[in-house]
């Protein structure tokens, strides 16, 4: 009887570790108060548990975060700042095997039905787009984030995303230093942009009244690093950038093209409205006291403006409002997205050095980063993880009992195969646009067109007595 007792206690106790360890980790958050729009910072407690049961337990502050975010308030997008005991300061922490940092991003979701498209079209990016300088985080220019599941003061509030946050650490901008003479030297400087009209080119509302300057915003434009010094040394590069930057030389100069490339091609591929539109994006500079023009200046060190994505939840024919599912995406052409580029992209339309950048890095990433069978994976593991921890029919199960809900999907696997289904027409037509046919540069001729041109075995224009490869009417033909 006692033997009989001991296997079902240890039974009992395995189901329970493997069921623990088949779930997400779960992050329970308190503060007093309600949730509220526009809630300021609060004091209060974060217990994170991941999937082996070791707990992280911090005092953090929260306040709610986003602008459409904040529409459904039914699951609030949040930030988490986790603080020493007094509350008096930051407190790093890597958690979930993330980089150590004390700002997180509690990311809800709301108007995605499928709850991955940012994590999703991060972990793109994050392949193939890289800083062009080396950095303590292998040149990561975008997030890192783990799915967990959420509750707020004791209640249940579905998946969420946490992440890691766009700042001067990750992208290791040169911190402010202190002179001789007392003052401070502004050197890396790292600006947001999220809103429609960044190009109202009036004088900037900031003095020199005084180094410590109030001001955060200007011309849709905040001021992230150094905020403790908002006065004309910072906001001085974005305004030379917009005033001055509309000539394709000084964009040129002043930007890295390959990142623009990245940047372009990830809004075309994966179709991301808010960020070519409403521009969710950050500028940065790793120094600008290094100017291109001094002697021998390191690469790292140039007075060169990075661009680093932000808000990718509209990409693989998302809508703001997560009003498309079920295989109705976003239709918005590949081709009319150059027609109507933003700046500085618009500054580089005509461009034949920049068109053919923009060539060789979607002829090197659509094998790679962007290939349907690799999106396809990533959009596979997320929906996968979800089912199987038993995340999605909770997330469902608890919506479905109340009066406000987010968006979302109750066939998780369904919606998948849609979106893959948009997706492979969508990798179509970005290869017709370079013109890409199976794998092979396609002449500059329109792709109905019956004329063919021929190539060499690595797709370059041949040469007499060469093996080639003869394109006509989209088939390839090896001759001699």
Not at 92 to 106: E, N, Q
Not at 133 to 157: S, W
Not at 241 to 267: C, M, P, R, W
């Amino acid at each position: 009887m006692k033997k009989q007792l001991l296997i079902l206690f240890l039974t009992a106790c395995i189901s329970v570790t493997m069921a623990q360890a088949a779930g997400l980790p779960v992050l329970r958050v308190k503060f007093d108060g309600e949730i509220v729009r526009d809630m300021s910072y609060v004091n209060g407690k974060m217990q994170l548990t991941d999937t082996d049961g070791k707990v992280i337990e911090m005092p953090a502050k929260f306040r709610t975060r986003g602008a459409t975010a904040q529409e459904y308030l039914m699951k609030p997008s949040l930030n988490m700042k986790l603080r020493t005991a007094d509350y008096s300061e930051e407190q790093d922490s890597a958690l979930l095997g993330m980089r150590s940092c004390s700002s997180w991003i509690l990311d809800a979701m709301a108007i995605d039905r499928i709850c991955m498209r940012n994590r999703v079209a991060f972990d793109i990016w994050n392949e193939y787009a890289r800083l062009p300088y080396e950095t303590d985080f292998n040149g990561r220019n975008g997030t890192e984030g783990r799915f967990i599941e959420l509750y707020i003061n004791d209640q249940y509030y579905g998946i969420y995303c946490l992440s890691d946050r766009i700042n001067r650490k990750l992208l290791n901008l040169k911190k402010v230093k202190e002179q001789e003479d007392g003052t401070m030297l502004i050197r890396g400087v790292l600006y947001k942009s999220g809103t429609m009209n960044m190009l109202n080119q009036n004088e900037p509302a900031y003095s020199d009244d005084s180094v410590t300057c109030v001001v955060e915003w200007h011309d849709a434009w905040e001021l992230k690093y150094p905020e403790e010094y908002a006065g004309r040394v910072a906001w001085q590069p974005l305004q030379d950038a917009i005033l001055q930057g509309t000539s394709t030389e000084y964009v040129k100069k002043y930007f890295y093209l390959e990142n623009l490339a990245d940047y372009q091609l990830h809004v075309m591929a994966l179709g991301i409205a808010d960020n070519w539109g409403k521009k969710n994006r950050f500028f940065s500079i790793r120094n600008i006291n290094k100017d291109i023009n001094d002697s021998d200046p390191t690469e790292s060190d140039r007075r060169r403006i990075v661009v680093t994505p932000w808000d990718l939840d509209t990409s693989l024919g998302g809508a703001y409002n997560g009003e498309y599912y079920g295989g109705n995406y976003t239709d918005w052409p590949v081709r009319d997205i150059p027609k109507n580029s933003p700046y500085p992209f618009s500054s580089l339309h005509d461009d034949a050095e920049y068109g053919s950048v923009l060539k060789e890095r979607w002829l090197k990433t659509r094998t790679r980063a962007f290939s349907p069978k690799n999106v396809k994976a990533k959009l596979e593991a997320y929906r996968d993880l979800f089912i199987n921890s038993g995340a999605w029919q909770r997330m469902v199960d608890y919506f479905e009992t109340q009066k406000e809900r987010p968006c979302y999907v109750k066939d998780l696997t369904k919606e998948i195969q849609s979106i893959m289904v948009w997706y492979e027409a969508r990798f179509q037509e970005m290869d017709a646009f370079f013109g890409v046919t199976d794998g092979i540069t396609a002449p500059s001729t329109p792709s109905d067109s019956p004329s063919a041109t021929t190539f060499d075995l690595l797709g370059r224009p041949s040469s007499p007595g060469q093996f080639t490869i003869r394109v006509q009417n989209s088939k390839k033909l090896l001759i001699k």
